[in-house]
């Protein structure tokens, strides 16, 4: 069943806006259907407090959210897509994550649902995985509705009778969803948090949230879920940059760093030795020193076990997007330079040498 592709309520209008406003909806919505607040809701109220500000629900229900059944409760819940929504004022990283989110086409259970609306969007996850990474190399430009429509039509997983509206509506997606910036081969912002969102979706989908694998494990999880196929093109950087923020995503907790409680719970397990815990409800900026352009915001319960279990440097959330690296270069060498000087080691050999010796002299 999970092979067929069916367009569900996509084809429907969703009045998303202008395309300069991005997912600014989608964004709104988050932030109202969990009150602010990162803990999971109820279907039940989250449809409610949508419908309040009449927006149709069903789209960020059945195509960008988690949903879950508990006891017999359908719930909606917490992951990336989440925190970023209700930590971040609505932006261009955000749009991104959005389109991953939608691609990724993991979207849980909950009652009533067909068996195909856990995976309710394999047609756009396909096109952008077969069709625009494999066959155009990440070339965006060439993406158009009538190509949509192509793609989906010819294959015999598409059970529908017609693609139109769907072509349409994704096409546009891609416009507010800034696709042709996954063309990008960095690990920006929008990307790492893709690869935390990646994990989230793919081990709430396999019950194994509350297990807490390693870095390593994680990227054999990272690939099961999909998310190298269609986060963009591929880069050595990229590489680096999944090794080490796998390795954070688990230092973390996994899923439950977003649980503040939790979290606590593992730092006094983990870092015994640390009394501190932050009383501060804003993220932090995380970045690691192989790679200080590839940075990403985290809890700030993360902070301890960030930086003492994944070597992670930590810093104000609000330098998240112009942190200075040049500065932070500098100051690691000079600092580097002051622990030889206070071990008493010194070089033995001085420019002049060392370039003569390059020189063959």
Known sequence: MLDEWHPGSFTKNFSWGPETRGFAELHRVIRIGFEGQLRDVTRSEFRKRIISIDRPDYIPLNFFLFNQIRNGIDFVCVDELVFQAINFKHSAHFDRLALVAF?????????????????PALWAFHYLADRVGSQLAWNTRSISANDIETFVSNDSRYRAKTSRKLATNLSYLYKLGRVRDFESTKPEQWWLNGLFLALDRYLLSVGMADQVSDGNS?????????????????S?????????????????????????DATRERQAVQLPQLNHFAN???????FH????????????????????????VTFEVDE????????FVKSRVAN??????????SPDMSAEDILAMTRGE
């Open 218 to 234: 994680l990227l054999g999880l990272l690939s099961k879920s999909g998310y190298p196929s269609i986060s963009g093109a591929r």
């Open 320 to 327: 998240l997007d112009s942190f200075d690296v040049t500065s």
């Open 280 to 286: 501060d409800p804003n993220p932090v900026g995380a």
């Open 236 to 260: 050595l950087q990229k590489d680096l940059a999944a090794t080490n923020f796998c390795a954070l995503y688990s230092a973390c907790g996994g899923v439950n760093r977003l649980n503040e």
């Open 336 to 345: 580097a330079i002051q622990e030889l000087k206070d071990r008493g080691i």
């Open 103 to 119: 691609h990724l086409s993991r979207v849980g259970h909950w009652k009533r649902a067909a068996p195909y609306q856990s995976r």
């Open 289 to 312: 020193p192989e790679d200080a352009t590839a940075r990403k915001a985290i809890p700030r319960a993360c902070a301890m076990l960030a930086t003492y279990i994944a070597g992670f």
